[in-house]
């Protein structure tokens, strides 16, 4: 079964104090890993999609990395308002996205 | 600025009732995703659908669960009859169904059921 897990579940940081997010997952045929934010009372926001090992892309100061068995989003000189629940997603052969439970961000100023 | 839209945004309702939930997705989408988040679950997926036809509606309880897309610019899920523990938000998604496609959220349906 496709599983998703990420840690920590919940993270708090100053302002500026750099991180990581870790998306681990277990997926047969591994099409495409999908970072999203949702902010409260939100549906979630795409952010990012990583295709394949050793891929990376960046927005502002997000940048999310890509291995055979985990994903990282680095969050770097984060901000207030990059607060948020990040969660990620993996979409194996099925066509289907399967979620971790996300992590949710507190960026204090 | 293309956005999916769901409606209603809340929805309280008692047990036994009947409940439609409706979702616009983006002009020019062709699948149609239908979630539901919890605090315990997170989100899972119920149903999906391309070119208006059911592809998987595996994660749906399906003696009172319904999806169904009445055109392309409409789909619908209904609970018959609803109970408390289908309490929940309730999330549309779109995408355009070419090979890796990422999707596109609405804002959701929030429902309580009493």
């Known amino acids: 079964e496709d599983q998703v897990t990420q840690s920590p579940e919940a993270l708090r940081l100053q302002e500026g104090e750099s991180s990581s997010l870790n998306c681990s997952y277990t997926v047969s045929g591994l099409r495409g890993l999908f970072w999203y934010r949702q902010d409260p009372g939100k549906g979630p926001e795409f952010l990012f999609t990583l295709y394949s090992a050793g891929e990376e892309k960046e927005k502002e100061r997000l940048k999310a990395t890509l291995t055979k068995k985990e994903s990282f989003l680095h969050i770097t000189a984060p901000k207030p308002e990059d607060s948020a629940t990040y969660l990620c997603a993996a979409e194996g052969g099925s066509e289907k996205l399967v979620f971790g439970k996300g992590t949710k961000l507190t960026v204090n100023p | 600025d293309a956005r999916v839209t769901q409606t209603p945004r809340h929805k309280v309702t008692e047990m036994g009732q009947e409940v439609t939930m409706r979702c616009q997705p983006i002009?020019?989408?062709?699948?149609v995703f239908w979630y539901r988040q919890t605090m315990m679950q997170g989100l899972e997926l119920l149903a999906y659908f391309r070119n208006r036809a059911p592809l998987d509606d595996s994660g749906m309880p399906k003696d009172r669960f319904s999806a169904e897309m009445p055109d392309a610019t409409l789909a619908t899920l209904k609970i018959q009859p609803s109970e408390p523990r289908d309490s929940a938000v309730y999330f549309c998604?779109?995408?355009?169904?070419?090979?890796?496609?990422?999707?596109?959220f609405g804002p959701g349906t929030r429902l309580t059921v009493t």
């Open positions: 998604a779109s995408g355009d169904g070419t090979g890796i496609h990422e999707q596109y």
């Open positions: 002009l020019g989408h062709n699948t």
